[in-house]
Nanobody, 132 residues
Framework: QVQLVESGGGLVQAGGSLRLSCAASGRTFGSYAMGWFRQGPGKEREFVAHITRGGDGTYYADSVRGRFAISRDNAKNTLYLQMNSLKPEDTGVYYC?????????????????????????WGQGTQVTVSS
């Protein structure tokens, strides 16, 4: 089991940047594929980005590709999300999530890494507010 704690959220003007961090407990961080999701006001939680266990593969939602970058440091048990050129529509609670399912043969081909059910552990979230 892994526990996840997000940090780095806050209030920023449109066009600004933030870097979110997600600290994971335990010694097996590198065995989890990781993702970022967000939930805007009145919206369902949606996929933002995913990174493979070794960090050699990344995936993004179309709405953030080219502006956001997901990365991880397995030695520090930490996941990151660098967010640039922020827009008001990026406002929401950002969650990090860990998956033990990524070794399944169909995990990526079926797009499970972009879904809520493709993850097994979730953090409590950190608020990001982008003002116009």
């Amino acid at each position: 089991q892994v526990q996840l704690v997000e940090s780095g959220g806050g209030l920023v003007q449109a066009g600004g940047s933030l870097r979110l961090s997600c600290a994971a407990s335990g010694r097996t961080f590198g065995s989890y594929a990781m993702g970022w999701f967000r939930q805007g006001p009145g919206k369902e939680r949606e996929f933002v980005a995913h990174i493979t266990r070794g960090g050699d593969g990344t995936y993004y939602a179309d709405s953030v590709r080219g502006r956001f970058a997901i990365s991880r440091d397995n030695a520090k048990n930490t996941l990151y999300l660098q967010m640039n050129s922020l827009k008001p529509e990026d406002t929401g609670v950002y969650y990090c999530a860990a998956s033990i399912q990524s070794t399944l043969s169909f995990y990526y081909t079926r797009g499970n890494h972009r879904t809520n059910y493709g993850y097994d552990y979730w953090g409590q979230g950190t608020q990001v507010t982008v003002s116009s």
